[in-house]
């Protein structure tokens, strides 16, 4: 997303994206375009990534939670938008792969994110918006959230959601979503591995900013250095796998905060993280 990066600071102060910074180091980031459900239109993928690539750069932010106001988390792509380009000369073929690669760009960037992101899910996630969900490294829903891969619906198949969704729970899950379309309960989210866990609706920011200072405790270093491998491995072949994890720890190991933290252990007191 570098090269949009000129045209996206205009928009850093867009009411599309709350920002609230805590003095722990989470920064929680609400999406705010209710008129839209927010959907990921134009401009909020833009302030989306605004976001996201300055919370990269600030030092002081060590976890994020990816939050919405009202009933829908996030409607998927607008379809007005999507509509409205088909007026064009080619019939909007130029507008859908801008959209969707910069939509891809931006899956792809919570997912390169050296911060942990937590998804804060409440009310409907639908299409892109359920793909917003498996993107982020964790997720924790209400008990009214509801989530869905419609595009069957209107002859469309998920196929960008489709990749986030199957890498985060089984093909046969996956698939069931995406052949039926159908809503599935935060529950069965749960059970099936697209959200960590389920919380009453009232206790759900609470929970999640628990999660997120537990996390917010540890070492950045350290954070950063497995989310990348995690990732990273995960596409490998096992012996692969397991040649780059131990050359990953190897270079951990002789980290500051890895010997810091071994000697706190040892110690029987609290590591000083410098983060590096």
Same mark, same amino acid.
């Given at each position: ?9 205009? @928009?850093? #102060? ?37 976001? +996201? ?11 994020? !939670? ?6 829908? =988390? ?39 994110? $050296?911060? $942990? /992101? @937590?998804?804060? !899910? ?15 490294? *964790?997720?924790?829903? &209400? ?6 891969? $419609?595009?069957?619906? @209107? ?58 200072? @537990?996390?917010?405790?540890?070492? &950045? ?6 989310? #990348?491998? +995690? =990732? ?14 131990? #050359? !990953?720890?190897?270079?951990?190991? *002789? ?6 933290? /071994?000697?706190? +252990?040892?110690?029987?007191?609290? $590591?000083?993280? #410098?983060?590096?």
């Amino acid at each position: 997303m570098s090269s949009n990066k000129a045209n996206i600071n205009s @928009i850093n #102060q867009s009411d599309l994206v709350l920002e609230e910074a805590t003095v722990g180091g989470i920064l929680r980031l609400t999406m705010n375009d209710m008129k839209r459900r927010n959907a990921l239109s134009e401009e909020m993928m833009a302030a989306l990534t605004s976001a +996201f690539y300055h919370a990269e750069l600030d030092s002081s932010v060590r976890v994020i !939670v990816l939050a919405a106001n009202g009933p829908a =988390y996030s409607a998927g792509h607008d379809l007005k938008q999507i509509t409205a380009s088909r007026t064009q000369v080619d019939n909007g073929k130029a507008y859908f792969t801008e959209v969707l690669s910069n939509c891809s760009a931006l899956m792809q960037l919570i997912v390169n994110h $050296p911060k $942990p /992101i @937590i998804a804060e !899910v409440t009310g409907v996630a639908t299409a892109a918006g359920c793909q917003l969900v498996a993107s982020c490294d *964790l997720a924790l829903a &209400s008990e009214s959230a509801l989530f869905s891969t $419609p595009g069957v619906h @209107i002859g469309l198949f998920c196929s960008t959601p489709m990749v986030a969704l199957s890498r985060n729970v089984s093909n046969k899950a996956a698939m069931e979503m995406l052949l039926t379309g159908e809503m599935v309960s935060a529950t069965k989210a749960e059970h099936i591995g697209l959200v960590n866990r389920v919380v009453v609706d009232e206790k759900l920011t609470e929970a999640t900013m628990a999660m997120a200072a @537990i996390i917010a405790s540890k070492s &950045s270093m350290a954070l950063a250095t497995g989310k #990348q491998a +995690f =990732y990273h491995q995960r596409e490998m072949t096992l012996a692969d796998a397991y040649d780059y994890a131990s #050359q !990953v720890m190897v270079d951990n190991l *002789l980290k500051h905060d890895a010997e810091e933290g /071994i000697n706190a +252990f040892i110690e029987k007191r609290s $590591p000083e993280w #410098q983060d590096r």
